[in-house]
């Protein structure tokens, strides 16, 4: 499985190394707007522009995910915890009738006569 994994990203790396080299022309970016009606202007690779808006728009969902499994991963081990506390061993349960019953065939019963 780690090698599959591998390989797939060396794959995506591939392809996004691939399309930031072929789209390497300068664009202008408008990225904020100022008082007089302009802009903070840029001069970015279309790649890296594609790149930075790609990686923003993915963090949030990765973000999302990485807290379920955090929180899914609680709740395992809280449930596994639970599971094991209430488990009762098996060899507790055998041994305390066995000292029961020596106690009891130790101890002379009272004779109904006196």
Not at 4 to 9: A, D, I, P
Not at 41 to 50: I, R
Not at 71 to 99: G, Y
């Amino acid at each position: 499985m780690q090698i599959v994994r591998t390989v797939l990203w060396i794959a995506i790396t591939a392809i996004l190394v691939a399309f930031i080299a072929m789209n390497w022309t300068r664009v202008p970016v408008n990225f904020w707007p100022l008082d007089d009606a302009n802009y903070v202007h840029f001069e970015w690779p279309v790649g890296v522009v594609a790149l930075v808006f790609f990686v923003l728009g993915m963090a949030p969902v990765w973000l999302y995910l990485r807290a379920m499994r955090w929180r899914f991963q609680r709740r395992i081990a809280s449930l596994e915890n639970s599971l094991r506390a209430n488990s009762v061993p098996s060899a507790v349960p055998e041994a305390a009738p066995a000292a029961h019953s020596a106690a009891t065939l130790s101890t002379p019963e009272p004779s109904p006569e006196s």
